[in-house]
């Protein structure tokens, strides 16, 4: 079955340590996006891409950092300089075409301990 | 910039009819979607408007004024399993991106 994958559902990280959340999908979408959700919050948009080997910043991309060097694979690192990373981090994809929804995975919370 | 605005709580009764709005401004608009969220879990999809007019879909309508800015999620004959957080999302493509932007979203509690 097509669908998209993030793992794992619960991470804990210490304080100062870097951690990648893992993001993959076999629906050949090309585009592919990383939100964050904070309690009783809506989503924000960290980072995006809309093809392989590209990715732009969203509205809160500082101390994140993404690569995409596989059109199934969009995994994020949350950096030492993310000064608040305890949340829920949310991953989608959409086809290319613009009339078409984005389909999310089922989420990893993260908590630094 | 992009600002997308809906109401943080509704409540409604079971088998009533509610309507959810949302107000967005965005230089790039090309879509806009409605998403249901339960806790703790990943936004499902629920509908989509391009153009102007009432789109529907079961239980679930969503309308679109582009020129006002303006969308409303309406569900009708209300279930306890529809209490959910239901977010606004718009398509951006000004500066050629292709952003997909959420509102806050609006916590739905349907009593009995």
């Known amino acids: 079955d097509g669908g998209i994958t993030q793992s794992p559902k619960y991470l804990f990280r210490k304080e100062g340590q870097n951690v990648t959340l893992s993001c993959e999908q076999n629906?050949?979408?090309?585009?592919m996006y990383w939100y964050r959700q904070d309690p009783g919050q809506g989503l924000r948009l960290i980072y995006y891409?809309?093809?392989?080997?590209?990715?732009q910043k969203g509205d809160i991309a500082e101390g994140y950092s993404v690569s995409r060097e596989k059109k199934e694979s969009f995994p994020l690192t949350v950096t030492s300089a993310q000064k608040n990373p305890t949340a829920f981090y949310l991953c989608?994809?959409?086809?290319?075409?613009?009339?078409?929804?984005?389909?999310f995975g089922q989420g990893t919370r993260l908590t630094v301990v | 910039g992009q600002n997308i605005d809906q109401p943080t709580e509704m409540t409604a009764t079971e088998g009533a009819i509610v309507q959810i709005n949302c107000t967005y401004q965005?230089?790039?608009?090309?879509?806009l979607f409605w998403y249901q969220q339960h806790a703790g879990e990943a936004p499902t999809f629920l509908s989509y408007?391009?153009?102007?007019g009432l789109e529907e879909k079961g239980r679930f309508s969503s309308f679109l004024s582009r020129s006002k800015g303006y969308s409303y999620l309406l569900l009708k004959e209300l279930q306890m399993k529809d209490s959910a957080s239901y977010l606004c999302?718009?398509?951006?493509?000004?500066?050629?991106?292709?952003?997909?932007?959420f509102g806050t979203g609006t916590l739905l509690a349907v009593q009995p």
């Open positions: 965005t230089s790039g608009f090309n879509g």
């Open positions: 999302a718009v398509r951006d493509l000004s500066g050629a991106t292709n952003k997909l932007i």
């Open positions: 408007n391009v153009l102007d």
């Open positions: 891409s809309q093809i392989v080997n590209d990715f």
């Open positions: 989608a994809s959409s086809p290319g075409q613009l009339n078409t929804e984005a389909f």
């Open positions: 629906l050949n979408h090309d585009a």
